[in-house]
């Protein structure tokens, strides 16, 4: 995923935060900026945000963890053993910090496995989750903390990463006996999280340096996550430090801004940042819109801070809580496969050569292929129809008849570019080249003796004289009728193509106010990818890393859980009371589809939707649970009020198909659901959601299509909130060995008793 670093940047004065979104700042002078280094590139695993004060990357070309630092991990778990310092450990301090440790306990102050600062972090936590329980709140799906909401809490203080640390206690507790690195990366960044809690927040002058140690955890930590063996043990310590990196990078922005107004900082300044910090807080716990929309009004208040550092604090949540949430990547090697296949077609060819008439038949073998150009802003391919011309003709000049045989080949390419403001071709470019051979001469003077001979002989000799000015005119009329075919075949098709894209997909998104935006469109020579975020006024786009394609992917297709959460805020069902037919004409009316209402809907259902968030998907442990939330249900005589219904589907491949399984019942909540009415209720919901009608991802016509008959679903995941498929061909099947002839045994003799 990739912010859009790339669009065109203005001052921030514009009062709409969607402007202020869309106008991206970036480096500027009088901007404080924490001070940048490079990052080698090379192809390890790919993560959502930069390290704390990195310029941004595109992180599929981001390693997180360089030969200097798995050096200095190495010696570090080498000092464990040890009980020494870690040589040259400067270049990660947080690493050297906890060589230290381990060389303390080696010496014999051992520490214990919590240390005193995590310790009262996790006390302060669990405190203010006995507070929450006692006030009656439901921990397992609000984990509501003070401040909530964007509700003011303390402005001179940190808002408490909840969610973070409760990540980084269960890391802790899953490494421990396990990987002992990782348990005291945990530990000691809870030391170190801990040490920025004590001050006083983003205006203590004592905040940044609290903030530049806590950053050199994440950087120790991806370093860590890509030394593990143990992947699930990895992915997990991956996502924990990229959970922190995401609250330095935004906290270090809004330090760098209380700091620039440590002298006179207005109040309301102070407010709208505790505000910001708190509302992300509650955001990254909940998910809930409410906390996104809170997040985007502080923002807009700090943009109008009399201060150069307001558009870094922009640009920070803005990378790490807006990013991308849907990417679409396409091989060239798929598109070969979609383009039609060779195509033979034979007729009658009459033209004009040198100002002679000439007329035959034509055999022309055509064949399309597509080359994709290196571009970083565009999607930019070019066209390729390559052709062969066998050819007959007969020309005519007064007395003499000139057959001919002749071969030409001739190539187009017709650039065809998709970038933010659309799809757009360039001039078809054509190459030919041909050859004639002389096949018979034929003169009204061939029953005359010596005549005929001489007449032949200079109709060959003026043939030979005039065969390169003929050649050049033929390659010429190839050329011309070449591009004009193309021009006039392909452009329709791609203009046609386009504007179903748009009319299906494109224009409901933007008319369910979910401002869809290309944050990125890129070619390589092998790869076209497009990154599109989908979130409107008001609403967050991707914050956790996304699942990474197989490299050998034709087809990899990613999507986060919020590019479906925003679209179903933005349905208008918060509230309603519809009827279960108005429900999908409803659902198909925003969606521009076709209404068509399942055979086996339940009649007679009548729902009232909740207020907040009626309808909700999370991508998590392998499924897409969906959340149903309605006011009440009414079925005939009988109704219910206040329930919960829980689904989760199951992705599953099946050839080059892709399918969401139900996993299991569908589960319910709610004081709604109690009595002896639960199994009609049951009843209901599961001829809604169906358990033997699966959920395609690919349309059929792409499934069934002929070219993907060696092609096959590698790759069905959800995770981290990303739902992640991918097409691969598939791998060649090893021919079956014949069986082993078998020795012929001596028949055996029957033994009389």
């Known amino acids: 995923m990739m912010p859009v670093d790339s669009l065109p940047v203005a001052p921030v004065s514009d009062d709409s935060f969607k402007a202020l979104m869309a106008r991206r700042q970036t480096p500027q002078a009088g901007i404080a900026q924490p001070p940048l280094r490079p990052i080698p590139t090379a192809t390890m695993p790919a993560a959502l945000a930069p390290l704390p004060g990195e310029a941004w990357f595109d992180p599929d070309s981001v390693n997180w963890v360089d030969t200097d630092h798995a050096n200095h991990l190495a010696a570090a778990q080498s000092a464990g053993r040890s009980g020494g310092v870690v040589p040259g450990a400067d270049g990660n301090r947080f690493l050297a910090r906890i060589a230290e440790r381990r060389a303390a306990e080696h010496a014999g102050s051992r520490l214990a496995s919590t240390s005193q600062g995590s310790g009262r972090l996790l006390e302060r936590l669990r405190s203010e989750r006995r507070t929450n329980r006692a006030g009656g709140e439901d921990d397992e799906h609000r984990r509501e903390l003070p401040g909530h909401g964007g509700e003011l809490a303390d402005p001179h203080a940190w808002p408490l990463p909840a969610q973070l640390v409760h990540e980084f206690e269960q890391l802790a507790a899953r490494a421990r006996g396990r990987a002992a690195d990782v348990d005291a990366w945990s530990t000691a960044t809870l030391d170190e999280l801990d040490g920025v809690l004590q001050t006083a927040g983003p205006h203590d002058a004592g905040a940044p340096a609290a903030l530049v140690a806590l950053g050199d955890a994440v950087e120790a930590g991806m370093g860590l996550a890509a030394s593990l063996a143990d992947r699930p043990l990895a992915a997990e310590t991956r996502r924990a430090a990229l959970g922190l990196a995401r609250r330095v990078a935004v906290w270090r922005a809004t330090a760098a801004l209380g700091a620039e107004l440590v002298a006179a900082a207005p109040v309301t300044t102070t407010a709208d940042t505790s505000r910001l910090l708190t509302a992300l807080e509650g955001f990254e716990a909940t998910q809930l819109p409410r906390d996104a929309a809170a997040a985007h009004v502080a923002l807009a208040a700090l943009a109008s801070a009399p201060a150069a550092s307001t558009p870094a604090v922009t640009k920070a949540v803005s990378d790490h809580y807006l990013a991308a949430n849907v990417r679409i ?47 970083p802003d565009r999607i930019h391919m070019e066209l390729l129809v390559n052709g062969d011309v066998a050819s007959r003709t007969v020309t005519e000049s007064g007395p003499v008849t000139i057959h001919s045989r002749g071969a030409a080949t001739f190539v187009v390419r017709k650039p065809i570019m998709v970038s933010a403001g659309g799809l757009a071709f360039g001039t078809a470019l054509a190459s030919a080249s041909n050859q004639a051979r002389l096949a018979n001469i034929q003169t009204g003077f061939d029953s005359v003796p010596i005549m005929g001979q001489i007449v032949r002989n200079i109709a060959r000799n003026q043939h030979d004289d005039s065969r390169q000015e003929a050649s050049r005119e033929v390659n010429e009329k190839i050329i011309m009728n070449a591009r004009r075919e193309v021009d006039a075949q392909v452009e329709p098709r791609f203009t046609e193509m386009a504007a179903t894209i748009r009319g299906r997909a494109w224009d409901p998104l933007v008319r369910l106010g979910l401002d869809p935006t290309p944050v990125k469109l890129e070619t390589t020579a092998s790869v076209a990818s497009a990154r599109l975020r989908l979130a409107g006024d008001g609403q967050f786009a991707a914050h956790t890393p996304r699942p ?10 990613q999507f986060h859980e919020s590019a479906v959460n925003n679209a179903c805020e933005r349905l208008g069902i918060a509230g309603r009371r519809l009827r279960l037919e108005e429900f999908v004409m409803l659902i198909c009316e925003r969606l521009g589809v076709e209404p068509r209402q399942p055979d086996d809907l339940p009649e007679g259902v009548t729902v009232t939707f909740a207020a907040e968030q009626p309808v909700r998907i999370e991508c998590r442990d392998g499924l897409m649970h969906v959340r149903v939330a309605l006011d009440a249900l009414e079925s005939g005589r009988r109704n219910w009020y206040d329930i919960i219904a829980q689904v989760a589907y199951r992705p599953v491949r099946s050839g080059v198909q892709v399918s969401l399984e139900r996993e299991g019942p569908v589960q319910l909540s709610g004081p709604g659901h109690q009595g002896r009415m639960e199994l009609a209720l049951r009843t209901v919901f599961g001829k809604i959601f169906v358990k033997e009608r699966p959920i395609a991802i690919l349309p059929a016509k792409l499934a069934t299509h002929p070219g993907l008959a060696d092609v096959q679903a590698v790759q069905a995941v959800c995770a981290d909130g990303w739902f992640a498929m991918a097409l691969a061909e598939s791998a060649p099947v090893a021919a079956t060995p014949p069986p082993a002839p078998v020795a012929e045994q001596p028949p055996r003799r029957l033994l009389r008793r």
Request: cysteine-free.
């Open 329 to 375: 990547a396409v091989h060239h090697g798929l598109v070969s496969r979609l383009l039609p296949e060779a195509s033979v077609s034979s007729g009658p060819l009459r033209d004009v050569i040198l100002g002679r008439q000439v007329r035959g038949t034509k055999t022309v073998e055509q064949s399309t292929n597509v080359r994709f150009i290196p571009d």
């Open 548 to 557: 990474r394609a197989p490299e050998e992917a034709l087809l990899a297709v």
